[in-house]
């Protein structure tokens, strides 16, 4: 269930960047740019002069929110994975912090064996 939630938020994600792409590029900048040339002089004769550009910001920031909001709920989900991860590797890792301490506890104390010091002959 989680997985088909992650995976639609995902398809959305994608197609709110294609849109946001999209919608940006058919907006008419003051040189004109790529929006008459994708048709935003169309645009404008439907909706007036002010109506399209009322239209179109008003879309961009509908699909800006959209597409931020599902950048941080896919963040939020991928941090959750790498914290149950952390949370593993730091249970091993404690384990064999216990197993290295009992394993040292159960050695037998045996004493370093100590050579004797050898008698050098003095240089003159």
């Known amino acids: 269930m989680e997985s088909t939630i992650v995976t639609i938020i995902q398809i959305i994600h994608v197609l709110a960047c294609v849109f946001l792409i999209l919608v940006v590029l058919l907006q008419q900048g003051k040189g004109g740019g790529l929006g008459a040339a994708f048709g935003a002089s169309a645009t404008r004769q439907v909706f ?35 914290r149950s991860l952390r949370a593993a590797a730091g249970k091993a890792a404690a384990e064999a912090e216990s197993r290295a301490a009992a394993a040292e506890e159960s050695k037998p104390d045996v004493k370093p ?11 003159e």
């Open 48 to 82: 007036g002069g002010r109506g399209a550009g009322n239209l179109l910001t008003r879309l961009t920031a509908v699909t800006a929110a959209v597409f931020m909001t599902s950048s941080v709920v896919l963040a939020y989900h991928a941090s959750v994975g790498d």
């Open 113 to 123: 064996d100590v050579k004797p010091e050898r008698d050098t002959p003095e240089k």
